[in-house]
């Protein structure tokens, strides 16, 4: 019985053996499929565009060069999200020590270059709930004040849809660490965003 | 920090399902595990009140707006690889011996023991294959077969484990727990598939 994870893991792998023998048309389609997720992950992260970008650049260039020593039957995407959760624990440092607080917003920005960044197929699935922009950007506050690790959890467990496991293996991290950062991640949103959720779900 | 998530602390029944609402909404706790839930919800208005809250908070989280990269990324990012050579040599097709330490060793631990840097590989190397015949040797009448899992032992594993994790955020506690977090994911991945 083939899961829907294990069909893209054998998927991934394919296309890394043949990255790791210098088919860079395969390369091309390992990012392809991977960059919208690791740029939405960085830029939720840090909260600039640009240097999410960059970032993001950042990621793949590196995925390139290692390669040939990424073992194909890990999961490519744990690795990817491991690079680029560690290219942002640096940014994070840098920005601390020399930038003390830079616009957050770039999310609830209504500028062209950001309309077209959203996702369309958001408005598609009838069993969304029909979000306002406040309460987006409230929601989007919320997580900015969260600690950096509290944050970076639930980014990979609720946004990006890893499992605990495959965050224990990004963030080498115990197991019970994981669970309870998401744990409380949540719980402290939840404290935050309680005054303006009532009358839903 | 745990003192907002209890509304009534004096309530050791709350304690417990407030513990447990974060799986319970995401349908990880058992049969048993969710109605001790449900039946504490049913009769506490204010825990009740918790979990919609919660469970509207995540359906928040999940559904914000995705962000995707700018339209020159690839034109970019395809600039900049031409600039850079894999490093390494290619990776020729596994041994026979390979394989089978393939099947004998369970996915999430070879991926625990796999540093992200070649350097990393090649120290792990060096550490594994040194520790590996010490720890041996104190468990006395074992012997290192290549093909039996009996031959490596729990203890050997963990401090193999121990080695190659590390809490890029400086987690205090990570050295200690990775070990013994990493091999009882073993167990709970598995479960975790059932549950979903
Ligand atoms: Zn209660």
């Keep these: 019985m083939l899961s829907a994870a294990g069909n893209v893991m054998h998927a991934d792998s394919a296309l890394v053996l043949r990255a790791q023998a210098n088919d860079r048309a395969a390369f091309n389609e390992i990012v392809l499929r991977y960059k919208g997720r690791i740029f939405n992950y960085i830029y939720r992260t840090i909260r600039h565009a640009a240097d999410a970008e960059d970032l993001t650049q950042e ?6 060069q290692s390669i040939r020593s990424f073992q194909v039957r890990a999961s490519l995407n744990t690795w990817l999200f491991r690079i680029a959760t560690n290219l942002c624990i640096d ?55 969260l600690p950096e690790k509290l944050r970076t959890a639930l980014l990979l467990y609720d946004v990006e849809g890893l499992s605990y496991e495959e965050i224990a293996a990004v963030l080498e991290c115990p197991l019970g660490t994981v669970k309870s950062r998401i744990f409380h991640a949540r719980a402290a949103l939840r404290d935050r965003l309680a005054p303006y959720l009532n009358g839903m779900g | ?45 204010a825990c009740a009140q918790m979990a919609r809250e919660l469970r509207t908070t995540v359906a928040l989280v999940r559904d914000l707006p995705r962000y995707d990269t700018g339209e020159d990324f690839m034109a970019r990012l395809h600039a900049r690889l031409d600039g850079v050579e894999p490093t390494g040599a290619q990776p020729r097709p596994m041994g026979l011996l390979a394989q089978r330490w393939r099947w004998l060793w369970p996915e999430r631990l070879r991926m625990a023991l796999r540093p992200a840097s070649g350097l990393g590989i090649a120290a792990g190397v060096i550490l594994t294959l040194w520790a590996m015949p010490h720890l041996l040797r104190e468990n006395g009448n074992r012997s290192m077969s ?50 979903h």
């Excluded at chain 1, 990621?59 to 390139?64: G, L, Q």
């Excluded at chain 1, 969304?128 to 919320?142: F, G, M, N, S």
């Excluded at chain 2, 009534?8 to 709350?14: A, K, L, R, S």
């Excluded at chain 2, 706790?29 to 009769?43: D, I």
Aim: aromatic share 6%.
């Design chain 1, 59 to 64: 990621t793949f260039v590196r995925a390139y």
């Design chain 1, 91 to 145: 940014y994070v440092r840098k920005q601390k020590t020399h930038v003390p607080a830079e616009s957050l917003s770039c999310a609830a920005d209504e500028s062209e270059q950001d309309a077209q960044r959203d996702i369309p197929d958001a408005a598609l699935d009838p069993q969304r709930l029909l979000i306002d922009k406040e309460l987006t950007h409230r929601v989007e506050a919320a997580l900015e004040q």
């Design chain 2, 1 to 45: 920090m745990a003192m907002h998530l209890f509304r009534d602390p004096q309530h050791t029944g709350c304690l417990r399902a407030q513990e447990r609402l974060s799986e319970y909404v995401d349908n990880r706790l058992s049969a048993r595990q969710a109605w001790e839930v449900e039946r504490h919800l049913a009769a506490c208005p």
């Design chain 2, 146 to 195: 290549p093909v039996g899992t009996s031959a490596v032992t729990p203890e050997a594993l963990h401090y193999s484990v121990a080695l190659a994790a590390s809490d890029p955020f400086e987690d205090p506690a990570a050295a200690n727990l990775a070990a013994h977090a990493v091999l009882k994911s073993v167990q709970e991945e598995s479960d975790a598939k059932k549950a």
